[in-house]
Nanobody, 120 residues
Framework: QVQLVESGGGLVQAGGSLRLSCAAS????????MGWYRQAPGKQRELVAR???????NYADSVKGRFTISRDNAKNTVYLQMNSLKPEDTAVYYC??????????????WGQGTQVTVSS
């Protein structure tokens, strides 16, 4: 069984920073891509940033230049550094990981979500 545990959300003023972390644990053979998604009230879940095992990244246009995704493969952990936060960044942020639980079996896992609220 695999779990993704997120931390680091909270309330911050516009212009401030937060750092999210997501640690994967359990029966893991290897982790492929990891990423962060978010869902604001009344909106669909959207991709924020994604990173491959080799470190290639992609970002939503709305966060480019403000957010940085990184990972520590030894710790099975992905991070999201969020700077220059805006009220429109307010959402529940979810961690996602594509995990090989055996050499041949790839599954998709989600964290429980962490609330990020940016006040104006």
């Amino acid at each position: 069984q695999v779990q993704l545990v997120e931390s680091g959300g909270g309330l911050v003023q516009a212009g401030g920073s937060l750092r999210l972390s997501c640690a994967a644990s359990g029966s893991i053979f290897s982790i492929n891509a990891m990423g962060w998604y978010r869902q604001a009230p009344g909106k669909q879940r959207e991709l924020v940033a994604r990173i491959t095992r080799g470190g290639s990244t992609n970002y939503a246009d709305s966060v480019k230049g403000r957010f940085t995704i990184s990972r520590d493969n030894a710790k099975n952990t992905v991070y999201l550094q969020m700077n220059s936060l805006k009220p429109e960044d307010t959402a529940v942020y979810y961690c996602n990981a594509n995990i090989l639980i055996t050499k041949w079996e790839l599954r998709d896992y989600w964290g429980q979500g962490t609330q990020v609220t940016v006040s104006s």
